[in-house]
């Protein structure tokens, strides 16, 4: 297997393999980071058990347990944005919302960043395969100006091999990039969506509480009138 790999290297030209090497492999530690970030560190895999969790809790007035049980969540990002949230319980629904919105605008960079990236290294990988392309056919037209016979032909076949093996292996790396990139923005939405619609039924369970608060206070107000 090694001396394949070390043949393509020879057979692609050392300084542009090299290169798409390097590309690579700096694309697969980043797909490998974001792949870990996304779902195992961000992603709350039982969103809606955890909602329920916090509904119960909210319905029953036990905000500082609700709190409680998103920290003990962290680093997951839908528990952090739903914490502060919590910590406005008691405040007018628009404030609760611009917390909620501040939240998630604080958490949103730790989902962006960096993957952005993968869309460029793609990109190099496939001008570097071109850019081999361009280098193996220069090396073919230079022995056909100059050799003759057999060796014109060896010359114009490792010039060709050359740009063929380049070409791939840039496009190869480039799918793969592409691919990677693909599969992380679906999740990177799929988190981005679970806390903007948990975000929301927050702001309603907040609400509904508020006003049964407030309607068991004018119960006790009008029993104590009555009497």
């Known amino acids: 297997m090694l ?11 050392h300084e542009i393999m090299s290169s798409i090497s390097f590309v690579a492999v ?16 961000y992603d709350l895999a039982n969103s809606s058990g955890f909602m329920a969790a916090v509904q119960k809790m909210v319905m029953n007035n036990s ?3 609700a709190i409680r049980l998103c920290k003990k969540a962290r680093p997951k990002l839908l528990p952090y944005v739903m914490s502060e949230g919590l910590k406005r319980a008691n405040d007018s629904t628009e404030e609760i919302e611009n917390a909620l919105n501040t939240a998630t605008l604080t958490a949103m960079p730790k989902l962006t960043q960096v993957l952005p990236f993968l869309g460029t290294t793609a990109n190099v990988a496939t001008l570097l395969g071109l850019l081999g392309t361009l280098f193996g056919l220069m090396k073919s037209f ?16 490792a010039g060709i091999s050359e740009a063929l093996t380049a070409t791939s292996f840039g496009l190869g790396t480039a799918l793969v990039c ?36 407030k309607g068991g206070g004018s119960s006790s107000s009008s029993s104590a009138s009555a009497d």
């Open 3 to 13: 001396d394949f790999i070390a043949e393509k290297f020879e057979q692609g030209g």
């Open 142 to 157: 230079g022995a056909a100006a100059k050799l003759t016979g057999s060796a014109k032909q060896t010359a114009l076949a």
């Open 178 to 213: 592409l691919l990677a990139y693909g599969i992380l923005v679906l999740k990177q939405s799929a988190i981005v969506d679970d806390i903007n619609r948990n975000s929301a039924r927050l702001i309603d369970l907040l609400y509904t509480r508020k006003m049964k608060i």
């Open 63 to 65: 905000i500082e347990n």
């Open 26 to 41: 700096l694309s697969i530690g980043l797909i490998i980071e974001r792949s870990y970030r996304y779902w195992l560190q």
